[in-house]
Structure formats: C-alpha cells, structure tokens
C-alpha cells in the first residue's frame, strides 16, 4: 500500500463465518448495539498505534468505537488524557454514547481482530484473517513510531503482520522492542477489568508505560 492511500474498512466484512454469525445473533439480541466489525479511532499517521485484542460486547461492539462502554476504555482513555494523547478522560457521552468531543493526538486505536469474538476469544484463524488489515495499519506508521501491544495475542498480532518470530520478541509487561521497521514495541497486560481487579495490572504499571510511550514520541519529534 502506498503510504499517502487512505486505509481501507469494510464494515460489512464476513470473513470469518464464525465472527460474522455471532454478530448477526447480537445484532437480533440488541437491536441498538453497533454490532459490525470495528474501524480504528484516531488519525492515520499517528505516531503512536495502541493495539488492543477485540472489541467488547458492551463496549467497542455496542458503540462502534474501540475501547468505548467498557472498564478496560474508562481506564485506557484516562490515561491517555493524562500524558496528552487524549482530549478527554471521558469515552462516553452522558448518553452513553461514545463522547463526540473526544479526540486523539498523535494516537490511533485498533484491534488484532475488528468483530466482537464469542467470550472474547478469537481463533487463530480469525487472527489471522484480520491481520491484513493490521499489517496496512503498521505500514502507513511514520519513522520510529510507537506500538502500544495491549496483551500477548495484540502482541503475536504485531508480530505476524510484520513477517517477525515472536521468539525474538518475547512479551512482557513492560517490555521495549526495536522493530527492524525503525518502530519501538511496548507491551502492557490488556486493561481489562479482570487484570485490574485481580491486581495483575495496577493504574500505576499501565500508566508507566504511557509515560515511557510519551518519552518516545517527543524524543522523536525533538
């Protein structure tokens, strides 16, 4: 893809027969849910691309937008209003629809796969078919980007679209990979309520790797 193309979307994407059958279900379900696979949020060209796993069902699947109605977007969206990625801690409107005043700066979102997975849990072959999608996302990143991997399937996602081994680039809490692309990987432990209910990510950890992804993206514009 050349770098100046818009990236392409096809919300009525079927795919996966498995993914597209279970939103038909949801969509009879919760007649006022989204419910279609997922576009990224922010501009393209950002210098900083967060990589989540899926949306969820009454978050991203129920707004349209990623990481929007849910605990892991209430936590997400705070911290990147905090280190000035974000122009509002609020992802919700008081309708409880996603917030329209809300905006990124230098940031864009997405997802390893862009529909809503039975449990939460895609199958490897989903991943796979959407990792097409993420590979024109990594492509169109500026020289010495950031990569914010949000859990070790966003991880291995990056890794795939990239042609990368991911025993070269093991994933940790925490963890800085250069990337041959000039690119910088961090990954973090998905802000899901149940990680920070359980402790395994505090606000504290999630937010020292946005500190760390600030640093980067102004050392790069300086």
């Given at each position: 893809?050349?770098?100046?193309e818009p990236l392409?979307?096809?919300?009525?994407?079927?795919?996966?027969?498995?993914?597209?059958?279970?939103?038909?279900?949801?969509?009879?379900?919760?007649?006022?849910?989204?419910?279609?696979?997922?576009?990224?949020?922010?501009?393209?060209?950002?210098?900083?691309?967060?990589?989540?796993?899926?949306?969820?069902?009454?978050?991203?699947?129920?707004?349209?937008?990623?990481?929007?109605?849910?605990?892991?977007?209430?936590?997400?969206?705070?911290?990147?209003?905090?280190?000035?990625?974000?122009?509002?801690?609020?992802?919700?409107?008081?309708?409880?629809?996603?917030?329209?005043?809300?905006?990124?700066?230098?940031?864009?979102?997405?997802?390893?796969?862009?529909?809503?997975?039975?449990?939460?849990?895609?199958?490897?072959?989903?991943?796979?078919?959407?990792?097409?999608?993420?590979?024109?996302?990594?492509?169109i990143l500026p020289?010495?980007?950031?990569?914010?991997?949000?859990?070790?399937?966003?991880?291995?996602?990056?890794?795939?679209?990239?042609?990368?081994?991911?025993?070269?680039?093991?994933?940790?809490?925490?963890?800085?990979?250069?990337?041959?692309?000039?690119?910088?990987?961090?990954?973090?432990?998905?802000?899901?309520?149940?990680?920070?209910?359980?402790?395994?990510?505090?606000?504290?950890?999630?937010?020292?790797?946005?500190?760390?992804?600030?640093?980067?993206?102004?050392?790069?514009?300086?």
């Amino acid at each position: 893809m050349n770098k100046s193309e818009p990236l392409l979307f096809d919300k009525s994407c079927r795919c996966c027969p498995r993914l597209a059958q279970f939103l038909d279900t949801v969509r009879t379900e919760h007649p006022d849910y989204y419910a279609h696979p997922v576009d990224s949020f922010g501009a393209p060209h950002s210098p900083f691309l967060i990589v989540g796993l899926a949306p969820g069902m009454h978050g991203a699947n129920r707004t349209g937008r990623p990481f929007t109605g849910d605990h892991a977007g209430n936590l997400l969206y705070q911290s990147l209003h905090k280190y000035g990625f974000a122009s509002s801690a609020q992802p919700l409107a008081a309708s409880g629809e996603a917030n329209p005043a809300l905006s990124l700066r230098s940031c864009r979102i997405t997802n390893a796969v862009r529909c809503l997975p039975p449990q939460n849990k895609p199958e490897p072959g989903e991943i796979r078919a959407c990792n097409a999608y993420l590979s024109e996302e990594l492509g169109i990143l500026p020289r010495g980007a950031a990569i914010m991997a949000l859990g070790g399937i966003a991880h291995n996602a990056v890794m795939m679209a990239l042609q990368l081994r991911k025993s070269a680039y093991a994933f940790a809490h925490g963890a800085q990979h250069l990337l041959p692309n000039g690119a910088m990987l961090f990954d973090s432990y998905h802000c899901s309520r149940y990680n920070t209910q359980t402790k395994r990510l505090t606000t504290s950890m999630f937010e020292a790797v946005i500190a760390n992804i600030q640093r980067h993206v102004q050392q790069r514009e300086a």
